[in-house]
């Protein structure tokens, strides 16, 4: 059982170029989040996706976009990447939520990018 | 929007000294989680607290929930080397009454260094 699996671990990528991140959990999850950790800055919501087929903003979702491929799979894209974006990237997946209480998160492994 | 402070943002400790970090949110919530990162490591959940005024134990770590559940606190007895990394609190996003459809607020993260 993997849990939540994230790649690449590592990229180097320079200002102007596109990629995506990708990640997969196979909890049958059916909530998904992307993140970005900055030092002092905690864990910044970038995008979410409450279940399959939806996606919205988190608090810091420009210069990003999600896919929500299928209940297993939610990539983060940078279409134009910037220094700005030099961060860790985590993916993380819950069961969903009950109006008293939210399912504790599932963190993937992170992928480290610098962006030059 | 919705605050969640954390305080201290380091701690510094000698092996078996106790070590606790309190985190504040500017609105009332209906739970806390926290969360441990080992440096170099992903998010991992600790806890959630419910209940107004809960108290939960896991062996050398205390955690409670204030009262007005707008404040929580962990704290550690006799801290170990194992105890390093960073501590979050979490708390659902203020939805002006809605639901968080899963989404938490992360604290800045208090820093434990232990020093054998």
């Known amino acids: 059982n993997a849990g939540v699996t994230q790649t690449p671990k590592f990229q180097v990528l320079k200002t102007g170029q596109s990629m995506t991140l990708q990640c997969a959990q196979d909890?049958?999850?059916?909530?998904m989040y992307w993140y970005r950790q900055d030092p002092g800055m905690g864990l910044r919501l970038i995008y979410y996706s409450a279940s399959e087929g939806t996606t919205d903003k988190g608090e810091v979702p420009n210069g990003y976009n999600v896919s929500r491929l299928n209940k297993r799979e939610f990539s983060l894209r940078l279409e134009s990447a910037a220094p700005s974006q030099t961060s860790v990237y985590f993916c993380?997946?819950?069961?969903?939520?009950?109006?008293?209480?939210?399912?504790?998160?599932?963190f993937g492994d992170g992928t480290r990018l610098s962006i030059l | 929007g919705q605050q969640v402070m954390q305080i201290p943002q380091y701690q510094h400790v000698q092996e078996g000294e106790d070590f606790t970090t309190y985190c504040n949110s500017s609105?009332?919530?209906?739970?806390i989680q926290w969360y441990k990162q080992r440096p170099g490591g992903h998010p991992v959940f600790l806890i959630q607290?419910?209940?107004?005024?809960e108290v939960k134990k896991q062996k050398r770590l205390t955690f409670q929930f204030g009262e007005a559940k707008k404040n929580s606190s962990l704290h550690i007895t006799a801290t170990q080397t194992t105890d390093v990394g960073t501590y979050f609190c979490a708390g659902p996003e203020d939805n002006a009454g809605g639901t968080s459809y899963g989404k938490l607020t992360f604290g800045q993260g208090t820093i434990l260094t232990v020093h054998p």
């Open positions: 607290l419910v209940k107004s005024g």
């Open positions: 993380a997946s819950s069961e969903g939520w009950a109006a008293w209480s939210n399912q504790p998160q599932h």
């Open positions: 909890m049958n999850h059916n909530s």
């Open positions: 609105t009332t919530l209906s739970n």
